[in-house]
């Protein structure tokens, strides 16, 4: 049973539940609170819905154990989640995990956009260690994907969801057939192949690829199309990559033996992460490096030459002993190194080590978010731990002549959590920071911030949103039928001329399939490529001047529309006047109703025989029809009778599909 949001429960008399932080195939994880150690961790409960067989419980209670025992083999590594413990209530298993406060990378895409190509070899770089090192324990993930992977708010990047992971040893799982979620499945996998180390990269390369260009590889309109191409099709070169393509299109190679290998791929992140910052320092170099343990000693080759083979990193004499808070001799130190706490990110290590030590400096800020509302941007964080601070906050506008690409702006000093920019230009990158300061005694606050300032030593380290850019917004959108192709309409915006328009399948849709985009200029796009049938729901905005800002939109103008097939005008309609009224027929419609109107015979010169609604194969909307005509009646075998009748009257059919309405060819009746 799962807890409500107002009530109380402990789960194991220690862990008490707060608030659900999401829900997957297995379950809900939890926020909560460790009475014994006072701190908050991450329960992952499992739940069974009522109808789940025997058979699938147990595989389910096999998958949580086998989360907990995979993850911990990783317990020491600084990209994976930790795993604290696992605890039993009412005969189900309870893992608990540490509370790595974050949004998934795809949470992240979809709010904020892709990412640049140095950020995605962050992200790359974090991934290739973990896989690597799970590899070396036998335990392949078989489930990477965006929203399995976790943006850190301290930086760190951690792969999380081991409950279908496989392992030395493992029991064969209950349940028949390929586990996994398909859209980042490798060729192998899809073809029943055993799960190894190379699929989870192809599963890496199409996560990294969705996180540069914004949507998956091989995402296609049907789920069978999209399994024909992850198997057949190559996968598209991306646009946005740049550095990192190579290490894309190697590791989303179709044959396992060909697809890039870890160290390969690593060195074209680490070579695309110095290009931007030439002071990165690679702490988390794993890929390379065997981190299995074996007895008290560290199987890892030393990185030293041969002439300094004699001495550990430290430069001591070895002694053959480890020392305190080490595991082995010699090369463990980079072990050490390696697996130092990661509550802090590279880049808060780095800034702590150019300053002062950090225990005069307050904590940042977290969970900085970026609204628009009315044109304007509302920001609003989290506090920051340290108490006696104040918030110092700047507008970073782009300009390629101002100190790293951004001038900075100061827009004031406040005791609160949020602040309202209402003077953000549009058509330009921009982005926000914030600092935490220490109020002096009378009241002032220290510290700096801002594009290229040092923090002084009474400010935190600056938080910062993503890129983003302000345009203007699409207006009067509408969507027609044209033909068997969808029309959409807008008001055309000077100086504004392109869009970005969004398709997906409504949920209203029988069909499903993956999101499309396209570019549309001049007011008007014609979408050719729709299923008959289906409704689409599109979402239209201006198109920033950065690429890397179009799928970020600060607003945007939305419609939804069912392609109905454009139904064939009635071209021989036939009556003929009995005692018993006046019998219409003509050849059906498939997919449509014909209506029948009547209207007297026109008199005036030139429109004799013709009906009200305009010539034939003429498309009118349905409601247009109304008030013009008298309705005989409509029907769809093909014939009907007209009681009412009379000499000189003038009948004309209409075919109707949904909202669509075509006129058919008018007979008159004398």
């Excluded at 297995?26 to 992952?44: Q, S, Y």
């Excluded at 067989?53 to 209670?61: G, H, I, N, Q």
């Excluded at 506008?397 to 309202?420: C, K, Q, Y």
Aim: charged share 20%; aromatic share 6%; glycine share 10%.
């Amino acid at each position: 049973m799962t807890a409500g949001p107002a009530a109380v429960r402990v789960v194991a008399g220690r862990y008490r539940l707060l608030a659900p932080l999401g829900a997957g195939a297995m379950g809900t994880v939890w926020r909560a609170f460790d009475k014994l150690l006072e701190a908050e961790v991450a329960l992952k409960e499992i739940e069974f819905a009522g109808g789940v067989p025997d058979e699938e419980r147990a595989d389910r209670v096999e998958r949580a154990l086998r989360e907990a025992k995979h993850a911990a083999k990783l317990r020491a590594h600084p990209h994976v989640v930790t795993i604290l413990d696992v605890v039993l209530e009412d005969g189900l298993p309870w893992i608990v995990m540490e509370l790595v406060q974050s949004r998934s990378l795809f949470d992240v895409i979809r709010q904020d956009g892709p990412l640049p190509p140095a950020e995605v070899a962050r992200v790359g770089l974090a991934m290739v260690d973990a896989l690597s090192a799970a590899g070396e324990f036998g335990v392949i993930h078989r489930d990477v994907k965006p929203s399995n992977v976790l943006m850190a708010h301290d930086g760190r990047v951690v792969l999380t969801d081991f409950g279908i992971a496989t392992g030395d040893g493992d029991p064969t799982l209950t349940v028949t057939g390929v586990i996994g979620t398909p859209l980042y499945m490798a060729p192998e996998r899809l073809n029943n192949e055993p799960a190894t180390l190379e699929a989870d990269l192809f599963s890496l390369g199409g996560t990294l690829y969705f996180a540069v260009e914004g949507q998956a590889p091989f995402a296609r309109e049907s789920f069978s199309a999209m399994l024909a191409a992850i198997v057949l099709a190559p996968a598209p070169p991306p646009r946005n990559a740049g550095p990192i393509t190579a290490a894309l299109l190697g590791l989303l190679e179709k044959d396992p033996k060909t697809r890039m290998r870890p160290a390969a791929a690593r060195q074209i992140f680490l070579d695309t992460i110095r290009a931007v910052d030439p002071s990165y320092v690679d702490v988390d170099a794993t890929a390379t490096t065997p981190r299995r343990l074996r007895g008290t000693t560290v199987d890892v080759p030393p990185s030293r030459s041969d002439s300094d083979a004699s001495l550990p990193p430290t430069g001591r004499p070895a002694t053959g002993r480890p020392e305190p808070g080490r595991v082995g001799t010699g090369p463990a130190e980079s072990i050490r190194q390696v697996r130092e706490p990661r509550e802090t990110s590279r880049d808060a290590r780095a800034d702590s080590a150019r300053s002062q030590p950090t225990e005069s400096r307050p904590l940042p800020p977290a969970e900085l978010t970026a609204l628009e509302e009315d044109g304007a941007i509302a920001l609003r964080w989290a506090p920051s731990p340290t108490p006696g601070v104040v918030y110092r906050v700047f507008r970073l506008i782009a300009d390629p002549a101002a100190p790293g690409g951004w001038r900075s702006r100061g827009l004031g000093t406040t005791g609160v959590t949020e602040l309202f920019d209402a003077g953000v230009p549009k058509g330009v990158p921009f982005r926000h920071q914030v600092v935490a300061t220490f109020r002096d005694a009378t009241g002032h606050s220290g510290g700096g911030g801002g594009t290229g300032q040092e923090p002084s030593p009474a400010a935190s380290t600056p938080v910062s949103t993503m890129p983003r850019i302000l345009v203007p917004s699409v207006t009067a959108l509408r969507a027609d039928l044209d033909g068997d192709a969808v029309a959409l309409s807008w008001r055309p915006i000077p100086g504004h001329n392109r869009v970005v328009i969004e398709r997906i399948f409504d949920e209203s849709s029988s069909f499903q399939g993956a999101m499309r985009r396209f570019r549309g200029s001049g007011g008007q796009y014609l979408d050719n490529d729709v299923q008959a049938g289906a409704t689409y729901r599109y979402r239209v905005w201006v198109a920033p001047p950065v690429a890397s800002a179009m799928f970020d939109p600060s607003s945007c103008a939305e419609v939804t529309v069912t392609a109905v097939p454009r139904p064939r005008p009635v071209t021989d309609l036939e009556s003929r006047a009995t005692l018993g009224g006046t019998v219409l027929r003509w050849t059906t419609v498939p997919g449509a109703v014909v209506r029948i109107y009547a209207t007297p015979v026109a008199t005036g010169s030139g429109l004799s025989g013709t009906g009200p609604f305009g010539p034939a194969g003429h498309e009118v909307r349905v409601g247009s029809l109304e008030g013009r005509a008298r309705l005989v009646g409509e029907s769809r075998r093909g014939r009907f009778v007209d009681n009412e009748g009379g000499a000189e009257v003038v009948y004309t059919p209409v075919s109707v599909a949904g909202d669509r309405a075509v006129i058919g060819a008018a007979v008159m009746q004398t």
